[in-house]
């Protein structure tokens, strides 16, 4: 059984370890717990085709990695990336402490907000290089590079359109295509 804490933002990365594995995706953001049900088949299609697209092009000091995987920059935040890549120095044995090269975030109806606002804000203020937003609704894809601590658009495209990004290595994404089901 789950130990809670006191207050809603008193979670630390420790806790998470008291939680039960019943299929929620457990995350922890300045200490406050969010809760996000499993996702559903086009959001797991579009972050499995995108992973073959990163991991294509992926240069040998980088490592792509599939959620879930725990990104703890601090005491007090552990989040899953959809997807996330960093250099393989930073592979720790259990979670990633280091500033990722690049968090994509596939968006569902229950996490839409959750990644465009709290979670965009959290990885530029730890050091994220870079920052991808995909919505298999709108089949969109938006990019953003940290610039002096704060996210920069660098590009988007939509449907059959094709981008091409540079970070954290070149990739050329074409969102419709990603959609396999």
């Given amino acids: ?36 049900p499993a996702p559903i088949p086009l959001h797991q299609a579009v972050a499995g085709e995108l992973y073959v697209t990163l991991r294509r092009g992926c240069p040998k000091h980088l490592k792509v990695f599939f959620a879930p995987l725990d990104w703890q920059p601090d005491h007090r935040t552990s989040l899953q990336p959809d997807l996330l890549v960093l250099r393989r120095d930073d592979i720790g044995p259990k979670v ?31 050091g994220v290089a870079s920052y991808w937003i995909v919505d298999p609704v709108t089949r969109s894809i938006e990019a953003f590079d940290l610039v002096d601590g704060a996210y920069v658009p660098v590009g988007s495209a939509s449907g059959t359109e094709t981008i091409t990004l540079q ?7 074409t969102p419709a295509e990603l959609i396999d089901i």
């Fill in 167 to 173: 970070r954290p290595y070149p990739v050329t994404i």
């Fill in 96 to 126: 990633i402490e280091e500033p990722l090269a690049l968090a994509v975030e596939v968006l569902s109806p229950s996490t839409k907000r959750k990644d465009r606002v709290l979670k965009f804000s959290k990885y530029a203020d730890a």
């Fill in 1 to 36: 059984m789950a130990v809670m804490p006191r207050a809603s933002h008193d979670w630390t990365v420790d806790d998470l370890e008291q939680l039960p594995d019943d299929g929620l995706q457990y995350e922890l953001l300045d200490g406050i717990l969010l809760v996000t």
